[in-house]
């Protein structure tokens, strides 16, 4: 199993800028897929973005392409989700996800192809 932790979560005003750090530990494998989803009160985790090795290759939902991007550092196992021109409707808990896969494209989106999860950090966007 693998373990996550997430930070860099906080209050940011609208058009403001944030990372999130998904930090892996634990088993590792050569072949990995880490995903970002949020949640707000009421309603389904939602799918952010998520990158994939050996090859980077990476995904985003529609509505934060442009302003958001993902990446990894190998050498400390660990995601970031890049968050820019932030919007209020961004307002939710951000959880990091992985799997010991190379995962699909279409298969990157879903939260139930991920078995590890992290205890998730609010982003706020408020004035």
């Known amino acids: 199993q693998v373990q996550l932790v997430e930070s860099g979560g906080g209050l940011v005003q609208p058009g403001g800028s944030l990372t999130l750090s998904c930090a892996a530990s634990?088993?590792?494998?050569?072949?990995?897929?880490m995903g970002w989803f949020r949640q707000t009160p009421g309603k389904e985790r939602e799918f952010v973005a998520a990158?994939?090795?050996?090859?980077?290759?990476?995904v985003r939902a529609d509505s934060v392409k442009g302003r958001f991007t993902v990446s990894r550092d190998k050498a400390k196992s660990t995601a970031y989700l890049q968050m820019n021109s932030l919007e209020s409707d961004d307002t939710a808990v951000y959880f990091c996800a992985a799997t010991a896969r190379r995962l699909i494209v279409s298969a990157m989106s879903s939260n139930v192809m991920y078995d590890s999860w992290g205890q998730g950090t609010q982003v706020t966007v408020s004035s």
């Open positions: 634990g088993r590792t494998a050569s072949s990995y897929t």
């Open positions: 990158i994939r090795w050996p090859d980077s290759y990476t």
